[in-house]
């Protein structure tokens, strides 16, 4: 089975959001389509600007862990060694 550590941001990049899944198209739809209170439709989180793959729950899960005690550079700095315009990347997910 394969998992997802992701990173989604807002259209302005002032709010991002990370997570772990192991059904990325599924997540983005549930995010995109979340009820209002939730943290991904108050602060607008929905576009896919970075994801990583993996095999193994647990370190997926680590990863993920790991992302969310960043600092914001450090955030940026690795959402920018592959998407260095911010693109959302959800098109090339749901597509698939």
Not at 21 to 26: S, V
Not at 52 to 70: G, H, L, M, N, P
Request: hydrophobic share 30%; proline share 1%.
């Amino acid at each position: 089975m394969q998992y997802y550590v992701y990173i989604l941001a807002s259209n302005n990049r002032k709010t991002i959001y990370t997570g772990v899944t192991n059904d990325l198209k599924r997540r983005l739809w549930e995010h995109r389509n979340a009820a209002e209170r939730s943290f991904v439709q108050r602060y607008h989180v929905c576009n896919l600007i970075y994801y990583e793959t993996t095999t193994d729950v647990r370190a997926a899960i680590e990863r993920e862990k790991q992302i969310k005690s960043w600092s914001r550079k450090k955030k940026e700095q690795l959402i920018e060694t592959k998407n260095p315009e911010w693109d959302d990347l959800s098109f090339y997910i749901l597509e698939n």
